[in-house]
Structures are given as C-alpha cells and as structure tokens.
C-alpha cells in the first residue's frame, strides 16, 4: 500500500481518495471550525477507555480488530444549521457518516460506526442544553447530548424532583435521545423510553429539517415569529403532549433507522408518585423460573407491578459482587451447584426479583400485600427492604436508586467478571409465560457452556412482554475469548430465530443476521424499509448497513457480516 500521507486517516471512507478526504475535512472545518474536527490518523489513537470515559471513534468492546469499526474522523457540529450543513456536504463529497449522542451505547458497538472510515457524528459534545422542563405537562425537551446523568442533575440543582421523576436506565452516562431512538429501556413506571417520546426535531439525509407531531404547526401564541430560525422556533404548546399530528406517524422511522438524526425529542417525566419503595424478593432455586414468571404476568398486565421489573439470574448478581476468579479457578461456566454455593454466601436466590411500588403509603401497602401474597406461593421466597441489606455492595440499594429515576454507575462492575471485561448483549423478545422463560434460559446456558462463557442474563417485564437480556462477557485482549463470544451470539440468533423469538436491538457485527430473521414474506419488511432508504437518502450517506438496511449505493452481499 502507498506511504500514508500525513492528514490521512487510519481508515478512508469506502471509494475515497486520500486528497477528495482531505478536501471534505477541510470543508468540515469550515462548517464546525477546526477544534470540532478530529481525524483518526494513527493506530496508537484507537484508545478504548471505559465507560467513565468512552471513546467516540471506535468499538470499545471490540468482537473483531479494534481498528474494524473505526471512523476517520469525527466532526461535532455546535448547533442545527451546522448539522444540516454537515449532511449536504457528505451527499456532496459522497461520504458515509454515523451519527451518535454521547457514544456510550455500550454491548451495542458504542459510537462506532458500522462502514469502517465512516465520519461520526458527534452530536453530544456541543448539543447538550436541557431546553425545557415543564412540570404541569410533566416532560422535558432535550437535545442529543443531554445524559440521564445531567438530567437528574438539572433536575435536582432546580429543586424540581418534588414535582418529575426521569425514568433512567441501568447506567446514568448515555444520552436520553440515543437511548430512546434506540428504544432502550429503564425500570420505573415509565421504563419504555420509546413510548414515553413526544416529537422530535429530525435533519433528514438531504439536510432538511422537521418537526414531527404537533410540532409540524406553528403556534403564534407560543411565540412563532417569521424570520427566526427554524430550529430556534418556539415548539407549538402541544408539541411535547400529543405524539400524533395529523397524518402518518412519522417518528417511528427514525428509530434504530438510517433515515435521520434527531436533534430534539420531547420526553415524558413522571410526576412524583408521593411515596416509594423498592423491594427484592428472592427465590431459591433454578427451577423456580417457572412459576415465578407466571405469577409475574397478571400481576404486570394488570399493573399491580408498576414498574419495569427485572428478574436476575444469580449470575448477574454474583458478578457485580466479584469477578469470575473470586468463586473458582476453572474456565468452564460455573455449575449448578457452584451457583447454589454462591448463593448461600450471598444471601441471594437462583433468581432475583427486584421491583418498586409507587404512591402514598396505603396504595403501597395494599399493592405489597397483594404481591406478597402472590410470590409467597413459591417455597423459599424472601421478601427484603433495601434497609434488609448490607450496605456494602448491596444490588438492591442500587435498584433502589435507578427504580426511582436516579442514575448509577455501580451496575457496570458485572464486566469485570473476566479480565479485559468486555461484552455485548444478546437480547430476544419474549412471551411472559414460564414455557418461554425456561426454554429460553435452557437454550442459553446450553449454548453458553459451550462456548465456555458464562450465562449472565436477566428477565426485564415490559407491559405485554419481556426483554430477556443476555451479557455475553468476553475478555477482549484474547482473540479466543472473542471468537467464542461472536460463535455464541451468532448461534444463539439462530437458535432464538426458529422459535420465533427475535432481538430488539443488537450490536454492529450480527446486525445483518437479525435483520434476516426478519424475513416475513420473503422479506417483504426489508424491501419496504430499502424502498423509504433509497428514496430519503438516494446516496446511502447517513448510516449506511445499520439494522441491516443497505442503500441502493452498496453492493450489499459484499458489506453483510
Ligand atoms: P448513548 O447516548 O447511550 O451513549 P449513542 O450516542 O452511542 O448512545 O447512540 C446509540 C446509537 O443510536 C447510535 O449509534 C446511533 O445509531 C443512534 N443515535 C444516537 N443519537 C442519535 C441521534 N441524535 N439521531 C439519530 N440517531 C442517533
């Protein structure tokens, strides 16, 4: 290969020379200026960080070479118009470009992109203002670099969590707007992050921008005047209160899509509940799965469990509390009866349930008493306050802190189970019933014996069905321990897809074997979602090969991973 010339990134975009590069950096510049442009020159750059400080250029938990997934360069715009302004010149200079938030998507591929060479969008880093937060309509209107910690912080500095609860999920550093375009969820009440959107402000591929909902009306009386900016536009009063608008419900197509970047997003708050308290409750054996999933399902449908509950495996817990090396010396997995073992010492179940009742204390009262009642059909079940448990290290003080919409860092300590800790989530969609449960689990620890890699999942309880997620934890500086981690989650898709059960979200190396799972009608969904692709972003510029989508610009069968 010819000598780097300086200026050259690690990686060039697919189909660019060194100087068509450097031309378009040298636009970019212009656009954010030049202490908003970082090109990825040399290897020794590619530092992976952890989640404290992430790195927004390639994989931290890299499946494959570190410098795979890995952009040029990466330009962070300071306002709107500049991420227009960004979006027309890569459809000039026909340069693919990644957007992210904060880039802590962290077992997903983090603010990787998915064409090496790709220009990341670093949309945090400059837009990050809290625009409003409005306690009568109870929502918040946020741009992209708004984490859940900065919320709660906002919220705290203005004294206004008396009044809204943010729903967080398990770690407090990612951003709200990539978290819920991602449909991410948290664990109160208001845990399906999606569902609790409301409008958005989306630049399309072509640099256009809209307002979904009824943020496409100008509100006069809100302070919509002629002349000013667009994105500077007082929303109309209702932007933040009404999802719909009138006509087609646009906003679902710019989640997990290629199709836009949002820029704003209204995002609901819960009111104060007027009371609290988080609970676990633990049951003592494997086998125990069953019935505590079907107790669960009523009571979730019926909304006696009000949150977004989380059913652990031991496993879980054992691994915030030490890495693997703690409880034995083998490589193997641990054994049934090493887990038993584990949990004794613990004072833990096989399968941990930790949830959260809401509201003044007689609706708690009688919302405990009925759930009580229901699990105390499991031999063995134990009830516990977080004042039950130690202080040091205990799980439950820590839900007890993320159940009521304040963000942790703490649940992170499960990735240094194995040394190098790294990991990726495998995690498929499943009915609430005890067969589902079970077969699921079965079909995992099956497989995660193989690969010799433990079995470190849990039960999330969404409103009709459950997010069963498994952290495939992986030691990164061993390429055997990757292999074995991308040989698992490639057979376990497999596995999962022939019972019907498929992913909600995935990382950037098997987005294309789980968009092919999806294959209806001879992928009739593929062909629609190619279609709105190719006809939005006729280049293929904005995040080309995400979710599996390729635009018409690339030779698909040669890109599928
Ligand atoms: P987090 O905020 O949790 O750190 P990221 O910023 O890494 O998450 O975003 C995760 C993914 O979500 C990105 O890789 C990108 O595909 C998508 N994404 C994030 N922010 C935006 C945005 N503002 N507009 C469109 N897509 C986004």
Request: overall charge negative; aromatic content about 10%; glycine content about 8%.
């Amino acid at each position: 290969a010819a000598a780097k010339a300086p200026g050259d990134p690690l990686v060039l975009p697919p189909n660019t020379s060194s100087e068509h590069f450097r031309n378009f950096i040298k636009r970019a510049r212009e656009i954010t200026g030049s202490e908003n442009v970082f090109v990825v020159e040399r290897e020794d750059q590619l530092v992976d960080g952890n989640y404290m400080e992430p790195n927004k250029t390639h994989d931290m938990h890299h499946l494959f070479d570190r410098s795979y997934f890995t952009s040029s360069a990466t330009v962070a715009p300071r306002n709107v118009p500049e991420v227009q302004a960004m979006m027309r010149l890569c459809n000039e200079f026909d340069i693919p470009v990644w957007p992210f938030s904060i880039g802590r998507n962290t077992g997903y591929g983090g603010a990787a992109p998915r064409v090496p060479g790709s220009i990341g969008l670093n949309l945090g880093k400059n837009m990050n203002r809290v625009l409003e937060v409005n306690t009568d309509g109870a929502y918040a209107l946020v741009e992209p670099g708004v984490t859940y910690y900065d919320m709660h912080q906002y919220l705290e500095k203005n004294n206004l969590r008396e009044k809204v609860w943010l729903d967080v999920p398990d770690l407090g550093g990612g951003s709200i707007i990539g978290n819920a375009v991602e449909r991410g969820v948290g664990y109160s009440p208001y845990g399906d992050h999606w569902m609790m959107h409301c409008g958005l402000e989306v630049v399309l591929p072509n640099g256009e921008l809209i307002r979904t909902g009824m943020g496409a009306m100008p509100d006069r009386t809100a302070g919509h005047r002629d002349g000013l900016r667009p994105d500077e536009q007082p929303g109309n009063r209702a932007w933040q209160l009404f999802n719909y608008g009138f006509g087609p419900y646009n906003d679902g197509i710019f989640t997990q899509s290629s199709l836009g970047i949002v820029v704003k997003m209204g995002i609901w708050l819960m009111p104060n509940p007027g009371g609290y308290q988080a609970y676990m409750i633990t049951f003592p054996r494997d086998e125990d799965l069953h019935e505590v999933i079907e107790i669960i399902r009523p009571l979730r449908v019926q909304m006696v469990l009000q949150n977004v509950p989380t059913l652990r495996s031991l496993s879980m817990d054992a691994a915030v509390h030490h890495p693997k090396s703690y409880y034995t010396d083998s490589d193997a997995a641990l054994s049934d009866a090493q887990l038993d073992k584990i949990a004794k010492d613990l004072d833990l179940g096989r399968w941990n349930f930790y949830g959260a009742l809401y509201g003044p204390e007689p609706i708690r009262n009688v919302l405990w008493s009925v759930i009580k009642e229901s699990f105390s059909k499991i031999p063995g079940a134990k009830f516990y306050f977080p004042e039950d448990r130690p202080e040091e290290n205990s799980i439950l003080r820590t839900r007890a802190q993320t159940l009521q919409g304040i963000p942790t860092y703490d649940e992170l300590r499960w990735i240094d189970w194995l040394p190098n800790g790294a990991h990726l989530f495998f995690s498929p969609i499943s009915k609430i019933t005890g067969d589902d449960a079970v077969l699921q689990y079965q079909i995992t620890r099956k497989r995660c014996e193989e690969a010799g890699l433990e079995a470190i999942c849990d039960f999330v309880v969404g409103m009709r069905e459950m997010h069963h997620i498994v952290c495939i934890v992986f030691n990164r500086e061993d390429p055997e321990s990757k292999r074995r981690a991308l040989w698992l989650i490639r057979t376990l898709i497999d596995d999962c897809a022939k019972y019907g059960w498929g992913e909600y979200r995935t990382h950037l190396a098997v987005m294309d074997q789980i968009a092919n799972t999806y294959n209806f009608n001879d992928n009739a969904q593929m062909k629609l979602n190619e279609q709105i692709k190719n006809s939005l972003d006729p280049k293929g510029i904005l995040a080309p090969g995400k979710n599996g989508i390729w635009p018409q610009s690339y030779h698909k069968d040669s890109w599928v991973l």
